[in-house]
């Protein structure tokens, strides 16, 4: 039984909510213990195709659990970080899409769970960021590669080397998040976002997430190739055929989503 995250799922869409009693939600072992858990239990499932993220109470996720992480050696502080990178490459790689609805703060651990996201949007108020060099540490669940890798080299050493927290506007400046909303707003808007994406064929999606992501893997020549097998993938099961035929034939489009 999960203490510091729910997960419901509803049809194709699946919520994580991290949901801390006391105090703020952080990234503590339990905690990767339990998101891991989760993501194990949707893959498993086969049903979820969007799955969102977001947290209750004042944050999205403060971070790793830094109380925890002061008592770890050089071994240890070698595993820990590369428990955390496994499960966060686990979501990335995932047919699953995966949106971030921030809050509060998403800082070091929390920015880097957000990054290995597909999409990110942020209420306004949320602090974003990457802290560590704060503790004399640095990023260590994927933060120093994914972080250049979405909002090129300059600004991420400037968040990486000053430790410095943004605000959800200048995130949305850089890159970092694709909308900010009143938080009133963040959930909802974060839901509608993912029926639109289910809405869609749910193999163009899938395949759509694997080209795109290659293109930051692999160089362009490279990823050219793959780009053209998913394009010709799209026409294997009539999804590409319907979704053409449903726009000449001027109607809504009838895929498949079982
Ligand atoms: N870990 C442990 N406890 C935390 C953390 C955290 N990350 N963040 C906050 N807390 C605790 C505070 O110590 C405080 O505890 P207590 O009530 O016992 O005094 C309680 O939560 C509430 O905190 P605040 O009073 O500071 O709450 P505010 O609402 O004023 O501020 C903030 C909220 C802005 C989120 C603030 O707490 C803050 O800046 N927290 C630290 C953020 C941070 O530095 N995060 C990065 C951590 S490092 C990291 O994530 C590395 C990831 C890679 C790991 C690789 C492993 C090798």
Do not use: Y
Request: charged residues 20%.
């Amino acid at each position: 039984m999960p203490n510091f995250l729910r997960l419901t799922q509803d049809g194709a869409l699946a919520t994580i909510t991290f949901t801390r009693e006391k105090g703020l939600n952080i990234l503590s072992s339990e905690v990767l213990n339990e998101l891991e858990a989760a993501w194990k239990e949707l893959e498993a499932g086969g049903r979820a195709r969007v799955c969102l993220l977001h947290g209750d109470g004042k944050v999205f996720l403060a971070g790793a659990d830094i109380k925890e992480m002061a008592q770890l050696d050089v071994p240890g502080a070698q595993r820990f970080a590369e428990r955390g990178q496994r499960l966060f490459d686990a979501l990335e790689s995932s047919g699953i899409v995966s949106i971030a609805a921030l809050h509060g703060a998403a800082l070091g651990g929390g920015c880097e769970l957000a990054l290995a996201c597909d999409i990110r949007l942020a209420a306004s108020g949320t602090k974003l960021g990457q802290p560590e060099v704060n503790l004399g540490l640095i990023p260590g669940f994927g933060g120093s590669q994914r972080l250049p890798r979405v909002v090129g080299l300059g600004p991420a050493l400037h968040l990486i080397l000053s430790g410095e927290a943004i605000s959800a506007e200048d995130a949305l400046r850089l890159g970092l998040v694709t909308q900010v909303l009143p938080p009133e707003q963040l959930l909802d808007t974060a839901r509608k976002l993912a029926q639109t994406i289910l809405a869609k064929g749910p193999g163009a999606v899938r395949l759509a997430k694997r080209a795109t992501r290659e293109a930051l893997q692999k160089p362009q020549s490279e990823g050219m190739p793959l780009e053209a097998q998913a394009f010709a993938a799209c026409f294997k099961d009539g999804e590409a055929q319907e979704g053409m035929a449903a726009f000449v034939e001027k109607r809504p489009a009838s895929f498949k989503h079982a």
